[in-house]
């Protein structure tokens, strides 16, 4: 019994790991699996890891609203990171740890603050879409 409690905990650790599936992924990976490929190294002008001269203006504009200007994407930032399945709060812990890693000190989001970056996402979303 303990044996087969032990092999699923094993297993569903695993799945969660699995590329593709954005369930509850650490920030880090996300980064690493989506983010690295252009922020790792600047691709595009995409503000570099680490690069706290590049995010301090980004970090200033507060966590809403950069989180939600990312997701929805802006000039050579694809929207979600260009992944599809990307949930605001895998995109979020990503981001989070790009900050962190960047001169900021930011907390995964919240409820109340997952809610408030949706509110600004559909602002901006709605705005975009007017400009068209
Ligand atoms: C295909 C390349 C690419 C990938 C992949 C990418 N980014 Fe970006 N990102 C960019 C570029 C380029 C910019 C700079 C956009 C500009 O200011 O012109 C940017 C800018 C940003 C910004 C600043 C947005 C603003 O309001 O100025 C955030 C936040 C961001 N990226 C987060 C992320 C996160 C988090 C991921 C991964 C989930 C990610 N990016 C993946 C290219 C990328």
Redesign the pocket.
């Known amino acids: 019994m303990m044996n087969f409690k032990k092999q699923t905990y094993i297993l569903a650790v695993a799945l969660l790991g699995a590329p593709g599936l954005a369930l509850a992924q650490s920030g880090e990976s996300?980064?690493k699996q989506?983010?690295?490929?252009?922020?790792g190294a600047g691709?595009?002008?995409?503000?570099k890891f680490g690069d706290k001269a590049k995010w301090a203006p980004?970090i200033a504009?507060g966590q809403v609203?950069?989180?939600a200007?990312?997701?929805v994407g802006?000039?050579?930032?694809?929207a979600?990171?260009?992944?599809p399945n990307?949930s605001i709060e895998?995109?979020?812990d990503?981001?989070v740890y790009?900050?962190n890693n960047s001169g900021g000190n930011w907390k995964s989001p919240d409820v109340k603050t997952i809610a408030a970056i949706n509110k600004e996402v559909e602002a901006r979303k709605a705005g975009l879409n007017k400009k068209q």
């Open positions: 996300t980064y989506v983010c690295a490929a252009c922020h691709v595009l002008n995409a503000p980004l504009e609203t950069l989180t200007h990312g997701y802006v000039r050579g930032m694809p979600k990171g260009g992944n990307l895998g995109f979020a990503a981001l790009m900050v």
